[in-house]
């Protein structure tokens, strides 16, 4: 299990720390959205993504991405986690969540899955918290009690709709700083994910060969 | 030649399309031939080593975003789904009881045959591995302005169904001028041709292999024409491509 890697679908959820959701909120009845979502907004990350090597090559003409430090969920066979993974579910920075992130969030390498699962029993999730460091300085702590959805509540709503299938996972949200960004890393940096109890996730951001 | 997967004496088996009937063409029944209605048929695709990746586009026919109020995009509007959502030919999708609009969608299914990254348009087809039918049910009850179409209207279980076969690309001589229609217990409620895709498929290829890879397997459905109506538990819909096959699908409630 050194390189982890998903068996199934890998699930996004958008809006769910409560930060954002509140840095949001003044806009939600404003066009495009006309209104705050009421069901779990999701993405998928599709297998072209998965990466678990220890760098991030930026392609295609990218010059920087949003470091997006998250737990998934591992979905055993009785719709219940089984297990939880640290994850960096890299993305292109955009501003409207208006149409589908497919080229945001689908491009080569942008699911950062090495570090090895952790059995869901053994852990209390809202008391973890994860922290990034950018080239060896912490740049943001996500709390895992920040939810806008507990994981009991999130599984339940996306459940109402979609059934999670063994080996899918169902990734929690990723957190954004005080100025509604995310932590975003260049080619050259590195960013280094830690939350006690999970292996660190470290990988080097790289640019394109010319 | 068409390809099918099926489920037939305790097993899956794969056959193709012979004089009207199946063949098995693998396994112990290799040789054998079995009647269509003798089988239960799963989505015409062999499993895949990582997850399949399913991208599906809206707004793709120009008649089709002028009936749902858009102009035509400037870019493909793609979405993903997962593949739990995909039922075969001949199964039963669920329509939840406090709904008042759920439409079929009846579109062409590109099957990807060789990993494609940064194709050019004009060497597009040569990635294609063949065509199968998809219908790609909507609920537009559940439709929502973020990250639009969202999963809950798009990624539902029984909500994908695909097949009944994969027709090899080799004998799709032009796949970008097939009729397309939808009938609703025998009443033809759509009818289009793949002529008229605002972005064809080898446009749809280079847009995606710019920025992803994607891997034999992989399924692009294509978008759908004018010709959307709501559907109730009971309905039977068929949704069919001229060449590629015609798609069974029968509503039950949630």
Not at chain 1, 169 to 181: C, E, F, P
Not at chain 2, 159 to 170: M, R
Request: some cysteine; proline content about 8%.
């Amino acid at each position: 299990m050194k390189h982890w890697q998903p068996a199934g679908t890998v699930y996004g959820c958008l809006l769910n720390f409560q930060r954002e959701w509140d840095l949001w909120a003044p806009r939600m009845a404003q066009d495009p959205h006309k209104g705050p979502p009421r069901a779990p907004v999701l993405y998928v990350k599709s297998a072209n993504t998965f990466n678990p090597g220890g760098s991030l090559l930026l392609q295609d003409g990218v010059k920087e991405v949003d470091i997006g430090a998250t737990l998934g969920l591992v979905m055993g066979t009785d719709g219940m986690p089984d297990s939880v993974v640290l994850l960096n579910d890299w993305s292109v920075p955009h501003e409207s969540y208006y149409r589908p992130p497919v080229k945001f969030r689908c491009r080569d390498g942008y699911l950062g899955c090495g570090s090895p699962a952790v059995p869901w029993a053994s852990l209390d999730l809202p008391s973890l918290s994860i922290m990034v460091q950018l080239n060896g300085q912490k740049v943001q702590t996500v709390h895992l009690s920040d939810l806008v959805r507990p994981v009991e509540r999130l599984l339940a709503d996306v459940g109402e709709f979609m059934s999670l299938q063994a080996g899918d996972v169902l990734m929690l949200g990723t957190d954004v700083l005080a100025n509604g960004q995310r932590p975003r890393a260049h080619a050259g940096d590195t960013v280094c994910l830690t939350v006690p109890g999970f292996a660190p996730w470290v990988q080097t951001v790289q640019g394109e060969a010319l | 030649m068409k390809h099918a997967r099926i489920a037939w004496s305790g097993a899956i088996q794969l056959a193709i399309e012979s004089d009207g009937q199946l063949l098995i063409t693998q396994g112990p029944h290799q040789g054998l031939r079995v009647d269509f209605d003798e089988v239960v048929w799963l989505p015409p695709l062999v499993p895949v080593p990582q997850p399949r990746t399913v991208i599906a586009l809206g707004l793709n026919y120009a008649d089709h975003a002028k009936e749902l109020a858009f102009k035509a995009p400037e870019e493909p509007l793609a979405f993903m789904k997962g593949e739990a959502s995909l039922i075969g030919h001949q199964a039963f999708t669920k329509r939840p009881a406090d709904v008042k609009y759920m439409h079929y969608e009846c579109e062409l299914a590109v099957v990807i045959g060789r990993t494609a990254r940064r194709v050019k348009k004009a060497d597009a087809y040569d990635f294609v591995g063949g065509y199968t039918v998809a219908n790609d049910y909507a609920i537009r009850d559940y439709l929502e302005n973020w990250y639009r179409p969202n999963l809950r209207v798009k990624n539902r279980d029984t909500c994908t169904p695909i097949g009944p076969w994969l027709v090899d690309a080799a004998d799709v001589p032009n796949p970008m001028a097939l009729k397309l229609q939808t009938t609703v217990n025998g009443q033809v409620t759509q009818s289009g041709n793949t002529a008229d895709m605002v972005f064809d498929v080898p446009t749809l290829i280079e847009y995606f292999s710019s920025f992803m890879t994607l891997k034999p397997g992989d399924l692009i459905l294509t978008g759908t024409p004018d010709g959307i109506v709501n559907v109730n538990p009971g309905d039977v819909v068929v949704t069919e491509i001229e060449g590629i096959g015609a798609l069974i699908n029968t509503l039950v409630k949630a």
